[in-house]
């Protein structure tokens, strides 16, 4: 059973934006926290960004402070990553994750449910 499903992604160009959404359709997730992160060919997966399960408190990477934005619609159980000024450095599989542990929660081992991915691609 499919815990969190990814959209959005696909190929844009350098300067460009794209809204990466994570839906969750195979249960509620509505006291976990939810984070976004990334990884890029023969690098380590990174925190892009995460958002408390009331939607109060997001936390972002520095690579993504003022360009992207997380965002929840607790009632379609749903996370949003709004990415603008997109650069060829953000290429990379984005993965949405659902954690416990709530949202100071950094390193990916401490986030219980994850999604497939999908592909980012920034063209130069």
């Known amino acids: 059973q499919v815990q969190l499903a990814e959209s959005g992604g696909g190929l844009v160009q350098a300067g460009g934006s794209l809204r990466l959404s994570c839906a969750a359709p195979?249960?509620?997730?509505?006291?976990?926290?939810r984070g976004w992160f990334r990884q890029a060919p023969g690098k380590e997966r990174e925190l892009v960004a995460v958002?408390?399960?009331?939607?109060?408190?997001?936390y972002y990477a520095d690579s993504a402070k003022g360009r992207f934005t997380i965002s929840r619609d607790i009632a379609k159980n749903t996370v949003y990553l709004q990415m603008n000024d997109l650069k060829p450095e953000d290429t990379a599989v984005y993965y949405c994750?659902?954690?416990?542990?709530?949202?100071?929660?950094?390193?990916?081992?401490?986030?219980?449910?994850w999604g497939q991915g999908t592909q980012v691609t920034v063209s130069s």
């Open positions: 195979g249960r509620t997730f509505s006291t976990y926290a």
């Open positions: 994750a659902a954690t416990s542990r709530g949202v100071t929660s950094r390193l990916s081992s401490q986030y219980d449910y």
């Open positions: 958002i408390s399960w009331t939607g109060g408190t997001t």
